[in-house]
Nanobody, 118 residues
């Protein structure tokens, strides 16, 4: 079982920055495929960025170079540094993880709210 706990959300003005953290409680963190998702009110959940076992990082088109995903296997934390935030980035951000043999993300955090005001 893997437990994920996000933190770092908050309220910022347009153009501001935030860094989200996701702490994983598992002994096999380095073998997990990890990702950040977000869900805005009235919209479907969408993937923001992911990192696979080869440490290849994929970003959604809407990121446009503003966000940076990273992971620290030693402390079992996944990060998402966000800069140039826009009101459209307002959403609940979720950390997710999956095993390589899974067909989808199996483990989810409780989410952290990010609110960007203009």
């Amino acid at each position: 079982q893997v437990q994920l706990v996000e933190s770092g959300g908050g309220s910022v003005q347009s153009g501001g920055s935030l860094t989200l953290s996701c702490v994983a409680s598992t002994s096999s963190f380095s073998s997990l495929i990890m990702a950040w998702f977000r869900q805005a009110p009235g919209k479907e959940r969408e993937e923001v960025a992911s990192i696979d076992l080869n440490r290849k990082i994929t970003y959604a088109d809407f990121v446009r170079g503003r966000f940076t995903l990273s992971r620290d296997d030693a402390v079992k934390i996944l990060y998402l540094h966000m800069s140039g935030l826009e009101p459209a980035d307002t959403a609940v951000y979720y950390c997710a993880a999956m095993r390589v043999w899974s067909t989808g993300y199996t483990y989810w955090g409780q989410g952290t709210q990010v609110t960007v005001s203009s």
